[in-house]
């Protein structure tokens, strides 16, 4: 579909066999041009439906058909660029797999073609049955961050205020949570400070767990093109492609981060690096912070972090001497046992050095998937509309009025998290499960139990492009969904900014958009009235306008798609009357001001632990695993289509030894090994390497092998799995 794309030349060129290069590509690629062979009749320009990013892509029609892309030349996130999995984006769409009938399981066990009608049908009778006989919880539904958020909102106010249930969740809590929690504790609400031009603003960038060179390639390009000659330092286990780029890389003990973090805070009180008037204007419970890390002097974390206490000090000078200084933060800190103080600790960092509210500084957490910020705000799981809370009656009220609708039908807390979910199901509370775009039997920690507890339920109804999911795998039901570029709604990207997604192609076969399907749903249900307003996504896009009138998250300045598309998107807040201008800035709290009641930012602390799965002589090396390449998303159901991306990515599933550990293990390059842990044991390739620590491996979440490994273990607060900390043992596999 895509012969002009780049990375085609892979295919054609006969000495691009998969090297290691090919391995560890960094960045994006592209020309801003339209590709020469293609004279398209028609261009629309929509978002990227892969990482959160954000890049603009303009879809070539031909006949009406989109035949081809190339990245928006003019868009502010991309200026032209594209990773390997934007330019393949279309390539997914014309898949053989793709669910195209809904499907429903029969006596037999065999998943049997059956109409929407019968579909809608069956969703209802059994959702209510199961209702009837153990109470209005007992099914729950689990969303995603990869949908327009006109979409989730229908389906979290379908499920919650129609269906009845409490419990409703989405994969953005393996994801964004802990930053979630972080942000509200200590701004007063769920809201990342910073905009890309901070990136090219700041004279000191401090990567913090995260591989943004492949996992945020395009937001890489801002860092690239900063003309302050930045110090990039990069805080990382691995020697990753990021750290590979930096000036500085401090390679930390897995999950060694709070003590690190809170060392440093230890180094710039001890040494008066602090900006006082910004602390004391705009800040409350600096004292009790300052208390609590005084016993972190650098040479006491040297064994808990692996960090050097000299190299605490230099890092303590490098931030105070920096005049923009910005922290960077994902997975590597999101996704702990720990991870809502890590978080904070960087927030803390930030406040105490007045880095915050000016250009090319902040606290900034880099979103994961194309709309997980549209989650944040409008899926109706973790918040109410407009990022309110369940638990705030007052705030029912808001919500009850601007639907017209009774209260009572909103419940009065968030419900289950995930992994509650998990638990419910298998304790028997929680009977029916509906799957919206996640592919949990693959991404969910500790996958084995995770498939025995989707086998327990008694009615799973899965919604996917692919009928070929490893969740589909255990559906009662398949409901086929249309996706990115056949639809349209918006997406939020990490710095806050709207986008429009368009409808470019038609679904195949029978599938549907989500918002259709909820839609269809609703009606069968017998609580279509509730939603008698919302026809398109363009409807419920005004509703959900209306939410965030007077909240932080004020969205009453873009009248509608059209408005801010021109405008190449917006960041929120953009309250009515707010003049916008192209490709316009604005970052958070530049008026000192948080959402907090006292105004002010929050230092919040607590006590650092070790992480659950403490490595032992049966199972001696802590398992990291991430992303492997920019050329593959999660799960590859959707980027596993390209013949292109295949190639840009090893086809077997492996491990990344360190050259020490292989040589102690015997074990050589490429050859296959086992590798274990208490809960599987699976057969991947070695891979050996000087960027993985000694007594650490790495696995790459692409493939379903890793999470047969990891340990289900999560932060207290964010209930967010801790995927980055296992203990396993690797030795050679026979035969
Ligand atoms: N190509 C590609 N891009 C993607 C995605 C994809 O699947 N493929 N997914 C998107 C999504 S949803 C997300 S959430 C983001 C994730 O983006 P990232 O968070 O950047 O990616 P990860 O590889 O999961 O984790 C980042 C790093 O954390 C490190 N790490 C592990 N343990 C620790 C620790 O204890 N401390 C520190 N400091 N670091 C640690 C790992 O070594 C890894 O290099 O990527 C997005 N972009
Ligand atoms: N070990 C380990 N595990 C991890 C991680 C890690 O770092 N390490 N990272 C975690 C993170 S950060 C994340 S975000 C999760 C991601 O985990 P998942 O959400 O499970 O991953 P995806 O492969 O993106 O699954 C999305 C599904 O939605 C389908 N889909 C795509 N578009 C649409 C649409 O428009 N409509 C419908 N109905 N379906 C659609 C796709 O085909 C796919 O099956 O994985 C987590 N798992
Ligand atoms: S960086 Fe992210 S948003 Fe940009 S093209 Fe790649 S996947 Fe799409
Ligand atoms: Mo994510």
Known sequence: MSAQNPWTRLLHDPGSVLTRDLLREPGGFGLGQVPKRVQPDATTAMICGFCGVGCSLDVHRKEGRAVNLSPSAAHPVNRGMACPKGWEALTPLAAPDRATQPLLRDAAGMLRPVDWGEAAQVFCTRMKALQAEHGADAVAFLGTGQIPFEEMAYLGAFAKFGMGTRHGDGNTRQCMATAVVAYKECFGFDAPPFTYADLEESDVLVFIGSNACIAHPILWEHV???????????????RTETAAQADWHLPLRPKGDLALLYAVAHVLIREG?????FVEAHTEGFEGFAA???????????????????????????????????????????????GVLTAQAIIALALMTGNIGRPGAGPCSITGQCNAMGSRLFSNTTCLFGGRSFGDAGHRAEIAELMDMDVERIPTDSGYAYDQIMEGILDGEIRGLWVVATNGAHSWINQRDARAILDKL???????????TETCAHADLVLPAAGWG?????????????GVIKQVARAPGKALSDFRIVRLLADAWGCGDLFGAWK????????LRESTRGRPCDITGLADYEGFDVLRGAHWPVPAGTQLEVASERRLFEDGRFYTPSGRARFCFGPSRPPADATSPRFPLVLLTGRGTSSQFHTMTRTGKSAVLARLHPREPYVELSTADARALAVDDHAWV????PRGKVRVRAFVTTTVPEGSCFMSMHFAETNELTNPSFDPKSREPSYKHCAVSVSRASG
């Open 536 to 543: 398109t996504p363009a409807d419920v896009f005004q509703v």
């Open 486 to 498: 056949e639809k349209e709604g918006c997406f939020i990207n990490s710095e806050r900014r709207l």
């Open 458 to 468: 008694d009615f799973l109804v899965v919604q996917d492009m692919y009928a070929s």
């Open 224 to 238: 690239a093109r900063n003309p302050h000659d930045p110090t990039l330092v990069v805080i990382d286990p691995r």
């Open 674 to 677: 086992v590798v274990e842990s």
């Open 273 to 277: 690096f602090l900006d006082r008037d």
């Open 292 to 338: 609590h890390v005084a016993s972190f002097d650098p040479a006491s974390v040297e064994r808990e972090t692996g960090i050097p206490a000299a190299d605490v000090e230099r890092l303590a000078h490098l931030i105070h001497e920096g005049q923009r200084v910005s922290f960077w933060w994902t997975m590597g800190v999101n996704q702990s046992h720990q």
